[in-house]
């Protein structure tokens, strides 16, 4: 699904340039729970936003599916992460004058989802996720882990192919933390391709393969 | 006071910490402000104290008034104010004035000086005594002891050197020698371009006419009696006078109004609606410069908590706060009466309308004292106008947050602010271009109407030949025979000829006439024209038409046939589907006085006003009804004031005493008749303008701010598939949609108050369609640039950076 082949990212200070990720290769297959894991400034969050696409300046190649990424304007780019990516991440970030509802909606709306099929999406996601009665509250009237929930649920409500999560767990007690966890892991169950970075060996746990980095390198896969 | 000395101290040193900010709050302000004091210096020098009166509350205007014919102001009969002045119980005293343009010769060169024809009474209704001498007495009033003179100031100075013995002394007016008795004290030219002053001579003739209608009336109400109460009284009068004279009175009334309200009732709704408009511009410019406090309390919200936590009340960061905004609000102040300046120069210099010359109180135009109190005033309560609502937010912050936080979010409750900040100024500047909009059309439609005559390369001057000299209709009719074929004959000149009043020149002068087959009109119901007397090459001369029939010819000489020509309404209303040429009118009046009058042809209708409708006209051979005051018209092949001063020594080859005056080109005089209209449109447009770059800033500037505080919030929605269209679409419509209420709030506003200025639109009523829309879409469009830029930038928020904040 994914291959990374000699991925490099850096930034340049004058004369000096500071490498975060060095020659990186990796392949992902669809329907894998893989775990990047590695210490703080290890480049960890940096290969997972360019394997959302976030990132737009690196050197190396990129296939998604035999699609030449690294060759894509940013547009196609775009509209290929659209097609096949959500993302959860580590604050929720879920728009704070939004309510639950219309958080959901939104990535359907930047799909050009009709109206009438948004809101039975959206109506089937809540069901999924077992939160129907959290949908007029507003994301300041939930818990860290309700909080997250209405994230993953977002992330996956275009039914993205692969979800991509920034430490998800980063900002939540153990407990809620078990339930997200357990949340990836049944998405993972049903289809769905996870790549997450984490900290937490328990968390990583929960998929069937690490990759560890250190200082910009894979070093163990 | 020592702790509003540290707040002054500790605002001065956090306005200079932030030099931009300050600098473009102060700015903003001192062009709302400085377009204020330029204003109401104009109003100040114009509308509130212009006379030279002690107490001008307590001295009326008189006129007559026509309703049936709409006419509010008629000038007053001799005979009616006789009656006025003997049998009314509210006014103290009642007197006349009189227009007259005196030639002044002697041993200078003659010179036009404009005088005025009084009642002795005169200076005790103003209030005012002369200077040097004595006033009028009653008798003086008498014909033959009314040849004496008194001069205002100004002449004195000018013409007579202030000689300190003029009085007794005599001058050549008019070729009638008079004594001069008084001078009057500086200042004093009521009517506004009185020089001179004689009195009225009224002969036995006079006192008795009441269908001769040439003075203005001016009273002095007794003490304590109001002007309904004097209203009332001299409308018993003329109740009475219409049932004792029912030939000349019939219909018409006596209205009295204010002396102040009367005087400046040509410009005052003009004015105050250029004080509403730069009203509006400095509100915009507080609205503005509240958005750009509100900005910056966001980032001071830490320092406001810190203050708080060490001890400060409420009512101390308010007041440091508000210290800050008004210490603002004057540094605008300051650079405002600058702009003022400037401003009040620029008016001076344009003299739209000559209004230097007929505009009371125009001499004390200038930044006075009162300009200075007015700027300080305003200057404060902007300071506190804009200051309050940041003020109030800051003061309330919410202490462990901002502390923690370092206070950098913005609360739900400043957005809102500032929302309304950006609707208000919407809806001011919709208001304000809707005004400019109105007033620009009307301006366009009158330069674009056509006033039925040529006014390209034409030369006009006047000239009024004294009584005195030119006593019988041959010797004047020979006089402008002569002079108008010298000119006539001059290189240069295609065609010349003479006419008593110009077209767009502001004078008239009507007279009721019967016609032939038509049946006499009953009393108060008269058929009026406008009465015109030219020269034969008129016509040709101008440009007008002759659409039937003939013009005049040198055959139409004193003795022949009586002739005359009339206008096509004129000809239309009274024969309509007949040809008017052949048929006859006479003036009304005893028939040997008056006979039958043929007309020899129709002309095409001419505009004496653009702004009004044409009405009847009719025009007679200056021949067979010889004026004294006439304006020479030339149209001439080369750059007609280069042919001025030729023009002139035609003039004093005839005769050597005869003053010119007036000299202009007619498009000159077609700018005069449109300063009203072109001096209000230019003016509303250009703080109309200012109003919009303004609201543009304002809109700018918040919406830029709101991206700035929403870079996460936009990175989230790129991170989760937004394009950059739904980026530029998210902030265009938050901004739009507060454009949108301000364009609603603004155009019921603007309906509202676009009533206000019915009196000065033409041709276009106060709600018009055309210039709602078009002004709507404008500002809509600005506004959609203005949200257009930050939602650009919006764009390019990098998905990465905004997220790093994690």
Not at chain 2, 72 to 82: D, I, K, Q, T
Not at chain 2, 351 to 359: H, L, M, S, T
Not at chain 2, 497 to 520: K, M, R, T, W
Request: hydrophobic share 45%; with cysteine.
């Amino acid at each position: 699904m994914i291959r990374l082949s000699k991925i490099e990212k850096s930034f340049s200070h004058g004369v000096t340039k500071t490498y975060v990720l060095r020659r990186i290769d990796l392949d992902i297959q669809e329907g894998e729970f893989v775990s990047i894991m590695g210490p703080s400034g290890a480049g960890k969050s940096t290969l997972l936003h360019i394997l959302g696409m976030h990132d737009q300046s690196w050197g190396g190649e990129y296939h998604f599916d035999d699609v030449a990424v690294h060759t894509l304007n940013p547009k196609k780019r775009a509209d290929l992460r659209n097609r096949n990516i959500g993302f959860v991440f580590q604050s929720y970030h879920l728009l704070d004058d939004q309510t639950v509802f219309e958080n959901l909606e939104l990535p359907l709306s930047y799909r050009d989802v009709s109206k009438k099929d948004r809101q039975s999406i959206v109506c089937d996601t809540l069901d999924r996720f077992q939160i129907v009665g959290k949908k007029d509250l507003f994301p300041s009237q939930l818990s860290g882990g309700q909080q997250q929930l209405v994230g993953i649920a977002r992330a996956v409500v275009a039914n993205p192919r692969i979800i991509l999560a920034d430490e998800p767990t980063g900002n939540l007690h153990s407990s809620q933390g078990k339930e997200i966890m357990e949340m990836f892991k049944r998405l993972n169950n049903e289809g769905s391709t996870i790549v997450q970075v984490t900290h937490s060996e328990a968390n990583a746990a929960y998929g069937n393969r690490i990759v560890r980095l250190e200082d910009g390198w894979v070093v163990k896969d | 006071m020592d702790s509003l000395l540290r707040d002054l101290k500790f605002s001065a040193r956090s306005l200079l910490k932030r030099p931009a900010l300050t600098l473009i709050a102060i700015v903003t302000l001192a062009i709302g402000i400085g377009a204020n004091s330029a204003i109401f210096s104009t109003i100040n020098a114009l509308l509130l104290k212009p006379l030279p009166f002690p107490d001008p509350e307590h001295i009326v205007a008189i006129w007559e008034k026509v309703p049936s014919r709409g006419v509010v102001r008629n000038e007053v009969a001799l005979a009616n104010y006789l009656d006025w002045k003997t049998q009314n119980g509210t006014l103290d005293q009642v007197g006349l004035i009189r227009w007259w343009s005196t030639n002044l010769t002697g041993a200078d060169s003659p010179e036009r000086v404009q005088g005025f024809l009084v009642t002795a009474n005169f200076l005790e209704i103003a209030g005012v005594k002369p200077m040097l001498g004595r006033g009028f007495s009653p008798e003086q009033n008498q014909p033959g002891q009314d040849a004496v003179a008194l001069l205002t100031y100004n002449l004195w100075q000018r013409r007579f050197g202030a000689d300190p013995n003029i009085v007794e002394k005599t001058i050549l007016t008019n070729g009638i020698t008079r004594t001069v008795i008084g001078v009057m004290p500086p200042e004093f030219n009521y009517p506004k371009g009185a020089e001179i002053y004689a009195p009225i001579a009224m002969t036995p003739e006079l006192a008795r006419s009441r269908d001769s209608h040439s003075y203005w009336g001016i009273g002095r109400l007794k003490p304590g009696v109001s002007l309904p109460a004097a209203q009332a009284d001299l409308d018993q009068i003329a109740g009475r006078l219409e049932q004792q004279f029912p030939d000349t009175n019939t219909g018409r009334g006596v209205v009295i109004y204010p002396v102040l309200e009367d005087t400046v009732r040509m410009y005052s709704t003009a004015l105050w609606v250029m004080m509403a408009a730069v009203g509006f511009v400095l509100l915009i410019g507080c609205a503005n410069v509240a958005n750009l406090m509100l900005a910056r309390a966001t980032g001071r919200q830490r320092e406001i908590a810190l203050r708080a936590a060490l001890g400060a009340s409420r009512f101390r960061i308010i007041r440091q706060l508000l210290t800050e905004s008004v210490l603002l609000g004057m540094a605008g102040g300051v650079l405002g009466v600058l702009i003022a300046y400037w401003g009040v120069d620029a008016i001076r210099t344009g003299n739209p309308g000559e209004a230097a010359r007929y505009a009371p109180g125009w001499s004390h135009l200038g930044i006075n004292f009162p300009v200075l109190a007015f700027t300080l005033l305003i200057s404060v309560l902007s300071g506190l106008l804009f200051g309050l609502a940041p003020a109030w937010q800051l003061s309330k912050p919410d202490l462990s947050s901002s502390l923690k936080e370092g206070g950098r979010q913005a609360t739900s409750s400043s957005r809102r602010l500032r929302g309304l900040l950006v609707v208000s100024e919407v809806a001011l500047s919709l208001m304000l271009l809707v005004s400019a909009g109105l007033m620009l059309r009307s301006f366009l439609r009158l330069v674009g109407t056509d006033p039925g005559f040529n006014a390209d390369s034409l030369l006009t001057m006047n000239l009024i030949l004294p009584g005195a000299k030119y006593k019988e209709e041959p010797q004047r009719g020979a006089f402008y025979s002569e002079l108008v074929s010298r000119v006539s004959a001059m290189p240069g000149v295609e065609s010349a000829a003479a006419v008593n009043y110009l077209p767009l020149g502001g004078s008239n002068s009507s007279d009721a006439f019967l016609v032939e087959g038509i049946p006499e009109p009953p009393h108060g119901q008269d058929f009026i024209g406008r009465y015109r007397v030219c020269t034969p090459d008129y016509f040709r001369t101008m440009g007008i038409p002759v659409l039937k029939g003939r013009g005049f010819t040198d055959q139409d000489r004193a003795g022949a046939p009586p002739v005359i020509i009339v206008n096509e309404t004129l000809a239309r209303k009274y024969w309509r589907n007949q040809d008017a040429v052949g048929k006859r009118m006479r003036f009304t009046g005893p028939i040997d006085r008056s006979p039958w009058i043929q007309v020899v042809g129709v002309v095409k209708d001419v505009k004496h006003e653009l702004n009004l409708p044409v009405t009847e006209e009719y025009y007679l051979p200056h021949a067979q009804d010889s004026w004294g005051a006439m304006v020479v018209v030339a149209k001439t092949r080369v750059e007609p004031v280069t042919l001025a001063a030729a023009i002139r020594q035609e003039v004093a080859a005839i005769d050597k005493d005869q003053p010119v005056f007036d000299v202009r080109t007619m498009r000159e005089v077609r700018a005069i008749s449109l300063a009203l209209y072109s001096f209000s449109s230019v003016m509303l447009t250009i703080f109309g303008g200012v109003a919009l770059l303004l609201a543009a800033i304002g809109i700018y500037g918040v919406m830029f701010y709101a991206v700035t505080q929403r870079t996460q919030e936009i990175g989230i929605r790129m991170a989760l598939g937004a394009r950059a269209m739904d980026v530029v679409k998210l902030v265009v419509k938050n901004g739009m949609s507060l454009a949108l209420i301000g364009v609603a709030v603004g155009l019921a506003g603007a309906y509202a108050l676009t009533r206000l200025l019915a009196s000065l639109l033409v041709d276009v009523t106060p709600t018009d369609a055309v210039t709602f829309s078009i002004v709507t879409a404008l500002l809509l469009l600005i506004a959609l640039v203005a949200c257009y830029l930050p939602a650009r930038r919006a764009t390019k928020v990098d998905p990465l950076v905004a997220l790093r904040y994690e």
